[in-house]
């Protein structure tokens, strides 16, 4: 399935197929910003916040990965994994200079991450990237939430993903 989102002014395609709130959240193989893999068991009976992004190197990634900083703090039993194809090398940098230190950076770049859960940009100057969405997963490995933003340039609704925790 084929979805359509708009990234400034340019209508693209996305895989689509994101997975489905209620069911069980599809595992996945990242890397971290020390190359070791990081997969969905890792945060087995936590839940779990992926704020998935195109690069952090942006101003509306680096915004959504500095706010889900700030409401880790006020979270139990949860961690926020940002993903994109950056490479870990920047994902760390960014988190460095920043003093981010309660969220977790993922690279998709050698793994089937976008594709597996929908978010692969398919068309346009930026295909191979992932668009923007959160998806929240609960501490049994169930999808309680699901947001692929419209319009890569807005940030996501932090509320109503939080709101689910």
């Known amino acids: 399935m084929t979805i359509q989102i708009g990234w400034r002014g340019e209508t693209v395609d996305v895989k689509g197929n994101l997975p489905p709130v209620g069911e069980q959240a599809p ?8 190359l070791t893999e990081i997969v969905l068991s890792d945060f087995g ?3 779990l916040v992926l704020n998935i992004f195109p690069s952090i190197d942006t101003p509306t990634c680096a915004k959504s990965t500095r706010r889900f900083n ?3 703090a006020n979270l139990e039993n949860t961690a926020v994994l940002c993903v994109s ?3 870990p090398y920047a994902q760390k ?10 969220v977790i950076t993922a690279s998709s770049f050698r793994s089937s991450f976008s594709d597996d859960y929908g978010v692969t940009v398919l068309t346009g100057i930026r295909r191979g990237l992932t ?3 959160v998806i929240v997963i609960d501490a049994s490995g169930m999808v309680k939430h699901v947001d692929l ?3 890569v340039s807005t940030e996501p609704d932090y509320q109503a993903a ?4």
């Open 27 to 34: 595992e996945f193989v990242l890397t971290a910003n020390d």
């Open 162 to 165: 939080l709101s689910v925790l």
């Open 70 to 72: 700030e409401e880790l």
């Open 131 to 133: 668009a923007r969405a």
């Open 85 to 87: 194809a950056d490479l």
């Open 93 to 102: 940098r960014f988190c460095g200079a920043e003093g981010l230190d309660r």
């Open 149 to 151: 933003v419209q319009e």
């Open 45 to 47: 009976g936590r839940n």
